[in-house]
């Protein structure tokens, strides 16, 4: 069966650090991959996705990136974090080579709450 | 942009009523999908409906994709305090991987 990870769970970081938010899938080949954000209580924030390793889309401009350098591990980073960066990631994942348009179901990791002080 | 407003953002219940939540947009959607989430975790899956005026039951969960494929509506009936949770929508377009979430409608059934 197909697991997906992400850690740290909790973090709180200066304004101004780096981030490193890390995340696996395991037991499938070639997933979709995404990053979302979601402000306490609110829908998500879709900030990037990943159909292969090194193919990165950026849905909103700001100042975090996103990096896939294998299969089924995804990242999400920043040089300088701010303080509008709080809030709770969630990294998620669908099947490989089924666009929207088919229904894919998105499941979805643990999450990562990040506070930025 | 492609946006997805739920309304209400909040509803407060006593246990036993119905409600409905719905999920709006002025863009085509393929595919529609109705997450729930509890505090702390991430979303699960309840229903995904691909075809305009498409009906779907789930046990007291009744999910409908509107003809126009732009809106949906969740509803439930006889509320329990077990159904409580953030309730989100998210819409695919074919032809694209992405996936937008709604707004979300915080649910609290109260017993």
């Known amino acids: 069966s197909q697991t997906i990870h992400q850690w740290p769970a909790t973090l709180v970081q200066p304004v101004g650090s780096p981030l490193s938010l890390e995340c696996t899938v395991e037991?499938?080949?070639?997933?979709?991959l995404y990053w979302y954000r979601q402000a306490a209580g609110r829908g998500l924030q879709l900030l990037f996705y990943?159909?292969?390793?090194?193919?990165i889309s950026s849905e909103v401009p700001q100042n975090l990136s996103a990096s896939r350098p294998q299969d089924r591990q995804f990242i999400l980073s920043s040089k300088k974090l701010l303080l509008s960066d709080s809030g709770f990631y969630l990294c998620?994942?669908?099947?490989?080579?089924?666009?929207?348009?088919?229904?894919?179901?998105?499941?979805f990791g643990e999450g990562s709450w990040l506070t930025v002080v | 942009t492609q946006l997805l407003e739920q309304s209400p953002q909040f509803l407060s219940i006593q246990e036993g009523e119905n409600l409905t939540v719905y999920c709006n947009s002025s863009?085509?959607?393929?595919?529609l999908q109705w997450y729930r989430q509890e505090p702390g975790e991430g979303p699960v899956l309840l229903v995904t409906?691909?075809?305009?005026?498409e009906v779907k039951k789930l046990k007291r969960l009744t999910f409908q994709f509107g003809d126009a494929r732009k809106d949906s509506s969740l509803h439930i009936t006889a509320a329990q305090p077990g159904d409580t949770g953030l309730y989100l929508c998210?819409?695919?377009?074919?032809?694209?991987?992405?996936?937008?979430f709604g707004t979300g409608t915080r649910l609290k059934v109260l017993a």
């Open positions: 998620a994942w669908s099947a490989p080579h089924r666009r929207g348009g088919s229904g894919n179901t998105i499941y």
């Open positions: 037991g499938t080949s070639n997933p979709n």
């Open positions: 990943s159909v292969g390793i090194g193919q």
């Open positions: 863009s085509v959607f393929s595919s």
């Open positions: 409906v691909v075809t305009g005026g």
């Open positions: 998210a819409g695919g377009t074919s032809g694209t991987y992405k996936y937008i």
